[in-house]
Every structure is written in C-alpha cells, then in structure tokens.
C-alpha cells in the first residue's frame, strides 16, 4: 500500500481544525444523551492519515527550523500529532469502553437506571441512608469496570511513551505543562495545611447543617453530590430561576449571553446526558456548546457560571489567530482560571441578597457554605495530586494495579471516606487536577486583582468584564503562569488562596 502524503503545518492545522471539530460534535451528543452508541472510531479512521508517524516526523522537522513564536504553534500541532496517534490505536478499544459505560445499569429499590443516573439521582436524595445505599451501588457498579480502565491505562501510557520518547510520565507531563509538578505540590500542601484549622470549622458545621444528625463522624464520598448541591437550600436557590440568574449575573459583568450567537446553550435534562456541566468548543469562537443538567440547588448556579467563564473564553478569542492559539492549549490550566473567577462570584453574600432576597446576615450564612465547598474542592484536588504523583511515579513497576494511598490521602484531606475502589474512575488523563489547581491559585490571585483595580463590587461591574475581554482574545496563546506575571503574581504565590480559603 502506498504511503499517504505528509502535511506541511498549515495543510495540517486546516485538516485537523475539520478533525477536531467532527469529534467534538460526536462526543457532545452522546455526553447529552441524543445518542447512546459513540462512533468515534469511525472519525478517527476518516482522519487516519493526520495521524501517522511519518506526518509527526514532518511536523518536527518543520518545527525545529522555525521561529519562536512559530515552533510554540508547531509544538502544539506536534503534541497534537501524537495524541492522535495514540488516539488512532486505541479509538476502538475506548469506544467500546464508553459504549459499556453507557449500558451499564443500577436497580436502586426496584427501578432502574443507568450508571450516570445513578450518579445525579445521589444529589437529590434526601435520606442520608438512601444515598448510603445507591453510593455502594454506583461504586461497586463503576468499579467492576476497573480491568477494562487498567488495559486501557496501560495501553495508552505505553504508546504515548513510544510516541513521545519520554517514558517517565511526569516528566513527560511536566515538559508539556513548562512546570515542576513537584514544586507545585509542595505549594499547595502547604497552602492547604494552612486553610487546615478553617476548613475543619466550616466542615463540622456544614456536614451537620447539611447531612443531619443521622450522619456518621465520617460520611462515605457518596454524599459529595448532594453536599454540592447544597439541597437543603434548594427551596431558595430553585432550579426554575437559575438560567434567568445565571444570565443577569453575567450581563451584569458585561456579557450578555443572550446576544452571543455562537454560543449555544443545552440546558434539557435527558436520562443519558452526563450530569457534570461542560462546555464542549467545537470551533472557537464560531461554535461553543455550554451544557448543562440542572437538578436544584445551588450547584446548577455554581455550575452554569463555572461554565460560563470557559464558554465566554472561547466565544471571546479574536477570530485572526491561527487555529492553533484559538483551540489548542499546552494544558488546561489557563481556560479553568476564567471559569473558576465567575463561579466565585457564587461567593459574594452581595450576590447571594441581591438575586435571592436574602438579609445581610443570611446572605453571609449561605456565601460561607459555598466557601467551605471550595475549599472541600481544593482539598481533594491537592490530596489527588499527592496520590497520582505516586501511582505514576510506581507505575513502571506496579501498572496501576495498587490503590496506594488513594483512600487514605483524600479521606484525611476532606473528613469523607473515599472508597479505593475509585483509584482508577477518580483519575483524569494527562494530571489534569495539577490543572485545576493552577488555576485555583491563579483565579484567587485574580479576583484580588480585580478588587484592587475595580473594587470589592467587582462581581456586578462592567469593567470586570472588560479586563477580562483583554484577556479573552488571547485564546489559548498564553500559559497560566504567563497570566501571573502581568497581573502582578509570581506563579507559585498562594498568599490571596490561603486568604480566601481562610476567610470564615
């Protein structure tokens, strides 16, 4: 069989934005439930021919001979490259893992339901014992897929060190990212053991409020969905109000979403459609998909403003920049700080009394069980950071076939007891929570600069949304560390985290 031509860069970025946007598509319905079978293989097989050694080999030759500024756009279509590559091989294999996933059922009581329904129906359950009960199910449901994880695990670590030429996965990452992901975590160990006294004030006062006092001194993670939802209060923050609020909370920083065409709102509850809110860029910034699965409480507003901030992100980036710098980023750390600055707006009592009609003092009440969730959050995230850094750092000897420390690192950290059995469900591709937590001390060192440059009004004021707007049209360009500099913050910086975590 004759070779398929090579790409020069920009054939390749042309054909790969068609790629990428036929995926994206894909994966969107099937993640809202208009479809129940994945057909991702078949893209993958039409675009085969992006993804092939000697195309990755072109692509680094052309890199190593361009400018600055063109070989950080050439890395990024090389990283690209090789998670496609990595794609190509296994496209079939997590298909089917994802076509499992999706027939997987639950009987709870008699009825019924698909895994992930089982996992939203956990945040509307008002008896603690119930939650107990369908807990265990969803758990011992998702972990008897674990054989399946591992294989897939296994097989994508081997390829993409094949591919890369790294076989050390941290190192491998921490190139990617430009960091040390061990620098990053003593950092925010030491930030969260600086919250820790806060936190556990905020904890035994809010586990009571909201799991009563039937609950046990250490309640199973079972309860982290009807925690976030913060239902006991559902009945001020009800899910009939909360795209209307949602909307006038954004419009009030300067963005009507209403007005923004390409950003396309999917907010029907279906029973197949995931219940963890994203936004799903499919073309930034011409198509952007914010979806999200409301139930009640709090959560669905904390949950349509954390999007809102990706889908504004990439609504907002100028539409000359090469498809590269609108779409593709080194990690996910830079698109998380402006998600997690308009959830944080859900942290302002003024917020709190002026949409839901609540006094000063309940206002503050119901913004300090939103700070203890985030801080809940950041908990878990640097608690999973410590443990995957163990499990990758083992992984050549053990092949993630070792909980480790899982159970007991996130147990500690957040006062809920973690089954081991999640060590390998609980787990996202390429240290994501590092991302996350980057941008956790990203997005406090902004809202305090935005306090300085606006004012503690910042949260209800348009030039929020103009500095902002700057930042936007940036795309993807920068890194997160980057964003630090020219707001005045060295990256690793905790100081304006450990405030607001400390702030009860």
């Given at each position: 069989?004759?070779?398929?031509?090579?790409?020069?860069?920009?054939?390749?970025?042309?054909?790969?934005?068609?790629y990428?946007y036929?995926?994206?598509?894909e994966?969107?319905?099937?993640?809202?439930g208009?479809?129940?079978v994945?057909?991702?293989a078949a893209?993958?097989a039409?675009?085969?021919?992006?993804?092939?050694?000697?195309?990755?080999d072109?692509?680094?030759?052309?890199?190593?001979?361009?400018?600055?500024?063109?070989?950080?756009?050439?890395?990024?279509?090389?990283?690209?490259?090789?998670?496609?590559?990595i794609?190509?091989?296994?496209?079939?294999?997590?298909?089917?893992?994802?076509?499992?996933?999706?027939?997987?059922?639950?009987?709870?009581?008699g009825?019924?339901?698909?895994?992930?329904?089982?996992?939203?129906?956990?945040?509307?359950?008002?008896?603690?014992?119930?939650?107990?009960?369908?807990g265990?199910?969803?758990?011992?449901?998702?972990?008897a897929?674990n054989?399946?994880?591992?294989?897939?695990?296994?097989?994508?670590?081997?390829?993409?060190?094949?591919?890369?030429?790294?076989?050390?996965?941290?190192?491998?990452?921490?190139?990617?990212?430009?960091?040390?992901?061990r620098?990053l975590?003593?950092?925010?160990?030491?930030?969260?053991?600086?919250?820790?006294?806060?936190?556990?004030?905020?904890?035994?006062?809010?586990?009571?409020?909201?799991?009563g006092?039937?609950?046990?001194?250490?309640p199973?993670?079972?309860?982290?969905?009807?925690?976030?939802?913060?239902?006991?209060?559902e009945?001020?923050?009800?899910k009939?109000q909360?795209?209307?609020?949602?909307?006038?909370?954004?419009?009030?920083?300067?963005?009507?979403?209403?007005?923004?065409?390409?950003i396309?709102?999917?907010?029907?509850?279906?029973?197949?459609?995931?219940p963890?809110?994203?936004?799903?860029?499919?073309?930034?910034?011409?198509?952007?998909?914010?979806?999200?699965?409301?139930?009640?409480?709090?959560?669905?507003?904390?949950?349509?403003?954390?999007?809102?901030?990706?889908?504004l992100h990439?609504?907002?980036v100028?539409?000359?920049?090469p498809?590269?710098?609108?779409?593709?980023?080194r990690?996910?750390?830079?698109?998380?700080i402006?998600?997690?600055?308009?959830?944080?707006?859900?942290r302002?009592?003024?917020?709190?009394?002026?949409?839901?009609?609540l006094?000063?003092?309940q206002?503050?009440?119901?913004?300090?069980?939103?700070?203890?969730?985030e801080?809940?959050?950041y908990?878990?995230?640097?608690?999973?950071?410590?443990?995957?850094?163990?499990?990758?750092?083992?992984?050549?000897d053990?092949?993630?076939?070792?909980?480790?420390?899982?159970?007991?690192?996130?147990?500690?950290?957040?006062?809920?007891?973690?089954?081991?059995?999640?060590?390998?469900?609980?787990m996202?591709?390429?240290?994501?929570?590092?991302?996350?937590?980057?941008?956790?001390?990203?997005?406090?060192?902004?809202?305090?600069?935005?306090?300085r440059?606006?004012?503690?009004?910042?949260?209800?004021?348009?030039?929020?949304?103009?500095?902002?707007?700057?930042?936007?049209?940036?795309?993807t360009?920068?890194?997160?560390?980057?964003?630090a500099a020219?707001?005045?913050y060295?990256?690793?910086?905790?100081?304006?985290?450990v405030?607001?975590?400390?702030?009860?």
């Open positions: 069989m004759a070779s398929t031509a090579v790409l020069s860069a920009a054939e390749y970025e042309k054909r790969l934005q068609e990428a036929e995926r994206s598509e994966g969107r319905r099937v993640r809202v208009e479809k129940e994945s057909e991702q893209i993958v039409r675009y085969r021919d992006l993804f092939t050694r000697d195309q990755l072109a692509l680094r030759e052309e890199q190593s001979s361009s400018s600055d500024d063109e070989r950080e756009r050439l890395y990024r279509l090389c990283k690209t490259c090789e998670s496609g590559v794609s190509t091989e296994l496209a079939e294999q997590e298909d089917a893992f994802e076509n499992a996933i999706l027939q997987a059922r639950v009987t709870f009581r009825d019924e339901m698909p895994l992930r329904s089982a996992q939203a129906r956990l945040a509307v359950l008002d008896s603690y014992a119930d939650r107990e009960e369908l265990e199910l969803e758990r011992t449901a998702s972990a897929f054989p399946r994880r591992r294989e897939l695990l296994e097989a994508r670590e081997q390829l993409d060190a094949d591919v890369s030429g790294e076989p050390d996965p941290i190192a491998r990452n921490e190139e990617e990212k430009a960091i040390s992901l620098e975590e003593r950092a925010l160990v030491a930030a969260s053991q600086a919250t820790t006294e806060a936190y556990e004030r905020l904890r035994e006062r809010w586990f009571d409020r909201l799991l006092p039937e609950r046990e001194p250490r199973t993670n079972a309860h982290v969905h009807y925690l976030r939802r913060v239902s006991p209060l009945s001020t923050y009800t009939d909360a795209v209307e609020i949602c909307l006038a909370t954004t419009l009030a920083l300067g963005f009507d979403m209403t007005a923004i065409a390409n396309h709102l999917d907010l029907e509850d279906r029973p197949q459609k995931n963890r809110a994203c936004v799903i860029a499919s073309n930034p910034p011409e198509v952007v998909h914010l979806i999200t699965r409301a139930q009640g409480g709090l959560s669905d507003y904390q949950a349509f403003l954390h999007e809102a901030g990706h889908a990439y609504a907002g100028d539409p000359q920049l498809y590269t710098f609108r779409s593709i980023s990690d996910h750390a830079l698109t998380e402006y998600s997690y600055i308009f959830e944080a707006v859900t302002e009592p003024g917020w709190h009394a002026q949409y839901f009609g006094s000063d003092a206002a503050a009440e119901n913004a300090e069980v939103t700070l203890f969730l801080a809940l959050l908990r878990r995230y640097t608690a999973k950071l410590q443990y995957e850094l163990g499990f990758w750092s083992a992984f050549a053990e092949r993630g076939t070792s909980a480790r420390d899982y159970a007991p690192l996130l147990s500690e950290a957040t006062g809920l007891n973690y089954d081991e059995r999640n060590y390998l469900s609980d996202d591709a390429g240290f994501y929570s590092a991302d996350y937590l980057r941008a956790w001390i990203r997005a406090a060192q902004l809202r305090a600069y935005l306090v440059e606006v004012g503690d009004d910042w949260w209800r004021s348009t030039r929020t949304g103009e500095l902002l707007r700057d930042l936007f049209r940036e795309g360009r920068p890194t997160s560390e980057e964003v020219r707001i005045g060295e990256p690793l910086d905790t100081a304006p985290l405030a607001d975590l400390s702030a009860a």
